[in-house]
């Protein structure tokens, strides 16, 4: 297996060639296959780790620091693994820039040092895994099946809420109105009372709720509100 310099990783990074994944359990498809971004300022070890990832499947690009990596878009889904003591950048200072965004890439560390306050200070901000080199390649593995599983998973919950408020966004103002007092559990006449309409214009507008968002029945209205709760109470 070998390593090329390629445009997609610009400037120093290396990616492991498309050829190399026909074989591997991740299949050829780019949308799903999963990436790992290894990042390590020695050249042995990142040549190693992206060995390893590569032979495992992963589709892999590698950084000799942070600022590159920083420098270019992140396929997903994926995850970084990464050394704690880089210069420029160290690996603790590329976890809090990511963590300024809204959807923050999984993060495998790995040390040569035994820093325990900094590996508490990483692993409380969200790591998924602290290795101590040498690496063992099994730990590697499993940190960052784990740590994949786990992006997989916020970008599905992301899909969710981007298709939940798109439905949401065809309410008009009224509607909203309705669907806020019907998912309360009150009658049409309740509702109109509330929001002084008829009881007939109430039945129309929840109707045309039931409608734009594809659900039919007044339970189905009620765990759709729930998920669109749910999801804004998981963004605060």
Do not use: W
Request: neutral net charge; charged residues 25%.
């Amino acid at each position: 297996m070998t390593l090329t310099q390629t445009h997609a990783a610009g400037e120093g990074g290396l990616l492991y060639g498309a050829d190399e994944y026909r074989n591997s359990p991740f299949g050829t498809d780019a949308v799903t296959q999963p990436t790992v971004y290894v990042i390590d300022d020695d050249e042995s070890m990142l040549m190693g780790l992206a060995g390893l990832l590569g032979a495992a499947g992963y589709r892999v690009e590698a950084f000799h620091s942070a600022l590159s990596f920083m420098a270019l878009p992140s396929r997903r889904p994926a995850c970084v693994v990464l050394d704690l003591l880089m210069p420029e950048l160290t690996g603790a200072d590329l976890q809090r820039r990511l963590l300024l965004g809204h959807d923050p890439l999984p993060l495998v560390f790995i040390s040569g040092y035994s820093d325990v306050p900094a590996a508490v200070e990483v692993m409380k901000a969200g790591a998924v895994d602290f290795l101590r080199k040498p690496v063992d390649a099994d730990a590697l593995l499993s940190a960052v099946e784990r740590a994949v599983a786990r992006d997989r998973a916020t970008q599905a919950d992301r899909l969710e809420r981007d298709r939940l408020h798109a439905r949401l966004a065809r309410l008009t103002v009224r509607e909203q109105e309705v669907l806020h007092e019907v998912v309360q559990g009150l009658l049409n006449k309740q509702v109109g009372a509330r929001l002084g309409i008829t009881e007939r214009t109430v039945k129309r507008h929840r109707g045309m709720v039931m409608h734009k968002l594809g659900v039919g029945s007044i339970a189905e209205l009620v765990r759709f509100a729930d998920r669109v709760v749910a999801n804004r109470a998981a963004r605060a």
